[in-house]
């Protein structure tokens, strides 16, 4: 790592634990220190020591159209100048709540809050105080922020440090979490049949993207869907990272699923901070101060950032950019399938629009066991050769890689001959 982020990273390490502010840009599981970044601009993203790369992170997803648009940017700019926070309501929180409600099919009304940790634990209070039920029920590898009944077997950072669920989190609440196998409809059923009355939710990246991206297989979400209601149960779509990210309505208009709620994220806040939760009007109305069930935030809805995601929403809801964004996606990642092929690495590769994994194993990955089969050595290589070729990608393999509208054809060939290069190197 060059100088000035080896300096950095010494100093922050003083007053910042592991140095970080979120454990996974620490890069422990590729074993290097993280470069500190200076400023972005559309899909490139340069270090302090002026090392420019071709930025497949995207600030973990909300960066779907690049870095610094000029529409957010001005957006900002303009807001700004009329202060930054006034813990009062404003029309645009309304028009926020207005164009969610119109893009997400299953969204009726919506609260906005400041993370996407923010927003499930609060959909999942509401669940609970809407059913007046207990248990949970996620699944092995979906992460969905860090509130204390989701932090068991969770993916993402958790998973990448090896931390199965964290200390801290009390035995009698992590009891009430249920965590079981993606795509495993059977083990749902069984938990349904042993606890059905009790079980208030089932919480669900519809794509998981926190194991690496896996893909749902096609009766899952539906069962989910059947299950749920059959037993009079919540379900949950967390879309932190697909809201947004794979259609104009995320998952639930792809695959034409209607969950009780959905958590949003990322993409909605043009990458200020922001979460939302939202569903069904029956539901969101027990939320304070309408109902009892309280959850609140200084900064929720906060100018700046509603600010920032009108001027992201307004673009993406046109729709015309998914189009592009498949067919940039589909050439990026069939050129590193044969990139791979041709040197001898066997791959997997799983991707859902512009969101996607590549897994060093030659076995389907289908759920988070299989995730945690593929080789992290070579991963670990892989990155480290990607880096020094100028491509910057999530420093785990149980992250997705992000394009964006700013991701040009050259950016995507120059990818795919570092990775060509990357992937010979670990061949010798
Ligand atoms: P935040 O609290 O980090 O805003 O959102 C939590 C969350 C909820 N649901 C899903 C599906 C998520 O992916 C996330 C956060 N994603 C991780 C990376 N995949 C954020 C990166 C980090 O932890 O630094």
């Known amino acids: 790592m060059g100088k000035q982020s080896e300096l950095l990273f010494e100093k922050a390490q003083k007053y910042i634990p592991g140095g970080v502010n979120s454990p996974v840009r620490a890069g422990k599981s590729v074993g290097m220190n993280p470069p500190f970044i200076a400023e972005a601009t559309g899909a490139l993203i340069r270090d302090v020591d002026e090392n420019e790369y071709i930025d497949y992170v995207g600030s973990w997803g909300p960066m779907i159209l690049g870095h610094a648009h000029p529409m957010v940017v001005a957006a900002i700019e303009k807001r700004i100048a009329k202060g930054t926070s006034y813990g009062a309501p404003t029309e645009l929180e309304v028009t926020m709540a207005e164009t969610i409600v119109d893009m997400v099919p299953s969204v009726e009304m919506v609260r906005m809050v400041n993370s996407g940790t923010e927003a499930t634990m609060s959909a999942i209070r509401l669940a609970r105080g809407y059913t007046g039920r207990k248990k949970l029920i996620k699944f092995d590898g979906c992460y969905h922020g860090h509130a204390d009944s989701l932090l068991v077997s969770a993916g993402s950072g958790v998973a990448t440090l090896g931390i199965p ?42 794509i998981p993207g926190n194991m690496g991206v896996v893909i749902p297989d096609k009766p899952f979400l539906r069962e989910l869907r059947k299950v749920t209601r059959e037993h009079g149960a919540l379900l949950i779509f967390d879309e932190v990272i697909s809201g947004f990210r794979v259609a104009p309505g995320g998952a639930q208009e792809l695959y034409g699923i209607l969950p009780d709620l959905t958590c949003l994220g990322k993409i ?83 991707r859902v629009g512009s969101m996607g994994t590549l897994f060093f194993t030659a076995k389907p990955v289908s759920d988070f066991a299989a995730a945690k089969e593929s080789d992290q050595d070579l991963f670990r290589k ?47």
């Open 268 to 350: 909605i806040g043009g990458g200020l901070p922001v979460g939302a939760y939202g569903g069904k009007k029956e539901i969101m109305i027990c939320m304070a101060p309408e109902g009892e069930i309280y959850q609140a935030g200084t900064l929720s809805g906060n100018p700046l950032a509603m600010a920032a995601g009108i001027a992201t929403l307004e673009i993406l809801k046109q729709g015309n950019l998914y189009m592009e964004l498949e067919q940039k996606s589909d050439v990026l990642f069939s050129g590193l399938e044969n990139a791979a092929r041709d040197a001898g690495i066997q791959v997997v590769i799983n």
């Open 165 to 206: 669920g964290s200390p801290g989190v009390p035995d009698d609440l992590a009891r009430h979490t249920i965590s079981i196998p993606f795509n495993d409809i059977e083990a749902v059923n069984q938990a349904f049949d042993k606890y059905g009355p009790e079980i208030a939710s089932v919480i669900v990246e519809p």
């Open 382 to 428: 892989y990155y480290r050769s990607m880096l020094e070729q100028g491509i910057y990608l999530a420093p785990s393999p149980f992250e997705a890689s992000f394009l964006s509208a700013a991701h040009t054809n050259e950016m995507i060939e120059k990818t795919i001959r570092s990775a060509s290069k990357a992937f010979r190197r670990l061949r010798a």
